[in-house]
């Protein structure tokens, strides 16, 4: 599959959905959990066994007071506390950088944010988990991302016509709202754009991800993948 962009997005960004056209997010070969870890993978739709409230989760995010600072991202919960406290105390997580906005939360506001919370969270521990919003004609560059955990868990909110997710040399994510998509963004270069009018908004978190219940997720997923 290629995309061919307008001449307002950067010319990495318009090669790269031109010109890579290779489309292999999984290999077809692993047996178990470790061997896809270790496979290089750059993608694999995730199957789980309770509904994700995609309505009701678009209407809490779209609730919510961005603080427009030029940035598109809103930390929910971060690593300086446990969930629960953050929980417990009303908070968002406050951080003052070109890319996030600041605000705090009114747990009873967010419903179905906290039940997609827990139901994650039984499966592995979440440690990070973060509302992501790109406007309108925005974009982020080719990048692979340098933090501690290469791999990352995207589920689309808002995903309109124009919008695309692309991964070098693994293919375009089809992020549709309410599909969940395990990512490895610290090996793969990856960028993505919103080349439609409306904005789009994904949860993305990190976990510690090794739990006996998440590589069962994952292998399951795996062998009913409807990405190859």
Not at 23 to 34: G, Q, R
Not at 59 to 74: F, L, P, R, T
Not at 143 to 161: C, E, Q, T
């Amino acid at each position: 599959m290629t995309i061919q962009l307008s001449d307002k997005y950067p010319k990495l960004i318009r090669d790269l959905f031109l010109y890579d056209t290779v489309d292999n997010p999984t290999p077809d070969n692993c047996s178990n959990y470790e061997s896809l870890v270790c496979s290089n993978f750059g993608f694999l739709q995730l199957r789980f066994p309770f509904e994700i409230q995609t309505e009701q989760l678009l209407k809490e995010a779209q609730s919510i007071n961005w603080v427009d600072k030029g940035g598109n991202y809103v930390w929910v919960y971060g690593q300086d506390k446990p969930l629960e406290e953050k929980l417990a105390d009303g908070m968002g997580f406050d951080v003052d950088t070109e890319y996030t906005s600041s605000f705090k939360l009114d747990v009873k506001s967010i419903p179905a944010f906290h039940k997609f919370y827990q139901d994650i969270n039984e499966l592995c521990p979440i440690t990070d988990i973060t509302l992501k919003k790109v406007k309108p004609g925005g974009y982020f560059e080719p990048h692979i991302d340098s933090f501690g955990n290469p791999i990352k868990m995207y589920v689309a909110l808002s995903w309109p016509i124009g919008n695309y997710f692309k991964m070098y040399n693994k293919g375009f994510i089809p992020l549709d709202p309410g599909k969940a998509f395990w990512v490895n963004v610290g090996t793969h270069s990856h960028c993505v754009v919103n080349d439609s009018q409306e904005e789009r908004i994904v949860i993305s978190l990190y976990a510690d991800w090794d739990t006996p219940a998440w590589r069962k997720i994952v292998e399951l997923s795996y062998l009913q993948r409807a990405c190859k």
